[in-house]
């Protein structure tokens, strides 16, 4: 395995803590956020999957100014599309 793909796969495994850690209420959204941002990851995967990411995050840190959901944010739905992306993500590193 080169070593790009262990610093893919190991910051993907980071992603997927501090994505749980954020659901747990462990991790702050902008926190989270922070840790998610990771170059060797990002540098390992086509440029869309950092567009997404990144897309997705500034609607975390956007949508962390609201304490409930509401009809415009979605903790759960932003989670979620998170958890899709971690998903894709690791399947395209296994793709090589």
């Not at 395995?1 to 994505?19: I, K, N, P, V």
């Not at 702050?28 to 941002?37: D, E, L, V, W």
């Not at 997404?52 to 956007?62: F, M, S, Y």
Request: proline residues 3%.
């Amino acid at each position: 395995m080169q070593a790009m793909s262990t610093d893919a796969h190991t910051e993907l495994q980071r992603f997927e803590s501090a994505l749980a850690a954020w659901r747990r209420g462990d991790l702050s959204a902008s926190g989270f956020a922070a840790q998610a941002r990771q170059p060797a990851l990002l540098a390992a995967l086509p440029p869309a999957f950092g567009t997404v990411l990144h897309d997705l995050l500034d609607r975390l840190e956007t949508g962390a100014l609201f304490t409930e959901e509401s009809c415009s944010f979605s903790h759960e739905a932003i989670a979620t599309n998170l958890g899709l992306w971690a998903d894709k993500a690791r399947a395209r590193l296994a793709a090589g």
